[in-house]
């Protein structure tokens, strides 16, 4: 036998461990049935495609991904293809939430029923880009599905994106639990093919915990969320936005302990505008990453949207030879 692990830490403490083992416990089974489901659609969608290689240049170029002398690989064609899927089915849940707060925004049964699904898709994405916002979820997403297709396949395999869409869609919790990270951790067995390397997320959660623990930042008013407008979380690379997740999640146990100690009652919904819209910073070389990053942090709570989120894709490489993040050592900002 092992001896069992023990951690050391104040009262509260034990009441985040106890809240977040019951909602692991609550949605785990619900959790997993959600990545399979969404998995399955990928795939699908990933291999009817397939017999196209001029399909997975065109993904490629909306995502960002340069293969080797400017050419993919067969490996990296189906990486880019699994990625463009999960680009198309992040777009697709995040869009039937809109709907429910936007009536310009078609829903995905509309989708569904419409002739041309395809010309759906592209019409609505692009109204919200110009007509809305939410560029860094909605602009990659456009791309990709400007270069689909039309092959009765590939239509099909849509259609059962938007099927698989619903389905997330009928279990909410699952949204709220860095859903689409997961399966892009699941789908990227060719991660280190495209040199990107992913955080698992206990360790984001204990990196998170322990650098936002109040008691290193004595100074800090987490109750006063005009005070927190002024702090800001970074992540230079950030990937599918993993680490930030867990900034929320951190920032957000802070909040409502300061809250409740000092008799307030909490308001969530105004701490996730100021986490999205002011703290939590990200930025990536990968389009396709800022735009999951950018859908995550959004469906942390998906009854409040916030258009603007500080979230940017930066240049790497081309003719100005671009560093990405790395020109951040140069000044507070990085050239367009």
């Given at each position: 036998?092992?001896?069992?692990?023990?951690?050391?830490?104040?009262?509260h403490?034990?009441?985040?461990?106890l809240?977040?083992l019951?909602?692991?416990?609550?949605?785990e089974?619900?959790?997993?049935k959600s990545?399979?489901?969404?998995?399955a659609?990928?795939e699908?969608f990933?291999?009817?495609?397939?017999?196209?290689?001029?399909?997975?240049?065109?993904?490629?170029?909306?995502?960002?991904?340069i293969?080797?002398?400017?050419?993919?690989?067969?490996?990296?064609?189906?990486a880019?293809r699994?990625?463009?899927?999960?680009v198309?089915?992040?777009a697709?849940?995040?869009?039937?939430?809109?709907?429910?707060?936007?009536?310009?925004?078609?829903?995905l049964?509309?989708?569904?029923?419409?002739?041309?699904?395809?010309?759906?898709?592209?019409?609505?994405?692009?109204?919200?880009?110009?007509?809305?916002?939410?560029?860094?979820?909605?602009?990659?997403?456009?791309?990709?599905?400007e270069?689909?297709?039309?092959?009765?396949?590939?239509?099909?395999?849509?259609?059962?994106?938007?099927?698989?869409a619903?389905r997330?869609l009928?279990?909410?919790s699952?949204?709220?639990?860095?859903?689409m990270?997961?399966?892009?951790?699941?789908?990227?067995?060719?991660?280190?093919h495209?040199?990107?390397?992913?955080?698992?997320?206990?360790?984001?959660?204990?990196l998170?915990k322990?650098?936002?623990?109040p008691?290193?930042?004595?100074?800090?008013?987490?109750?006063?969320?005009?005070?927190?407008?002024a702090?800001?979380?970074a992540?230079?690379?950030?990937?599918?936005?993993?680490?930030?997740?867990?900034?929320?999640?951190?920032?957000?146990?802070?909040?409502?302990?300061?809250?409740?100690?000092?008799?307030?009652?909490?308001?969530?919904?105004?701490?996730?505008e100021?986490?999205?819209?002011?703290?939590?910073?990200g930025?990536?070389?990968?389009?396709?990453?800022?735009?999951?990053?950018?859908?995550?942090?959004?469906?942390r709570?998906?009854?409040?949207?916030?258009?603007h989120?500080?979230?940017?894709?930066?240049?790497?490489?081309?003719?100005?030879l671009?560093?990405?993040?790395i020109?951040?050592?140069?000044?507070?900002?990085?050239?367009?």
């Amino acid at each position: 036998e092992t001896d069992p692990d023990f951690s050391e830490g104040l009262p509260h403490s034990l009441g985040d461990a106890l809240r977040r083992l019951h909602e692991d416990l609550g949605h785990e089974k619900v959790l997993e049935k959600s990545v399979a489901t969404i998995h399955a659609g990928i795939e699908e969608f990933a291999q009817s495609v397939g017999d196209q290689p001029a399909v997975a240049e065109r993904f490629a170029a909306s995502l960002g991904i340069i293969g080797d002398q400017g050419r993919l690989s067969d490996r990296q064609r189906l990486a880019v293809r699994r990625i463009s899927g999960l680009v198309i089915a992040n777009a697709l849940i995040f869009q039937e939430v809109l709907s429910g707060t936007d009536a310009r925004v078609p829903t995905l049964q509309a989708i569904l029923a419409h002739r041309d699904t395809i010309n759906a898709l592209r019409a609505a994405w692009r109204m919200i880009v110009e007509d809305i916002n939410y560029y860094p979820i909605f602009h990659i997403a456009s791309g990709v599905a400007e270069g689909i297709s039309r092959q009765a396949d590939v239509t099909a395999a849509l259609h059962g994106l938007v099927t698989a869409a619903l389905r997330i869609l009928s279990e909410r919790s699952a949204l709220r639990h860095d859903l689409m990270g997961r399966i892009y951790h699941r789908l990227l067995t060719e991660a280190k093919h495209l040199g990107a390397y992913y955080t698992s997320i206990p360790a984001a959660t204990l990196l998170l915990k322990l650098a936002l623990e109040p008691g290193r930042w004595p100074n800090r008013t987490w109750d006063d969320l005009d005070d927190l407008k002024a702090f800001t979380v970074a992540d230079l690379a950030c990937g599918t936005g993993t680490l930030l997740m867990a900034a929320a999640d951190a920032l957000h146990d802070n909040y409502v302990h300061a809250s409740a100690s000092a008799g307030e009652a909490p308001d969530t919904n105004a701490l996730h505008e100021v986490l999205l819209g002011s703290v939590l910073h990200g930025y990536d070389v990968l389009p396709s990453a800022v735009h999951l990053t950018a859908s995550t942090l959004a469906l942390r709570n998906p009854e409040v949207m916030v258009q603007h989120p500080e979230l940017y894709s930066l240049p790497l490489g081309g003719d100005a030879l671009r560093l990405g993040s790395i020109e951040f050592m140069g000044g507070e900002a990085v050239p367009a």
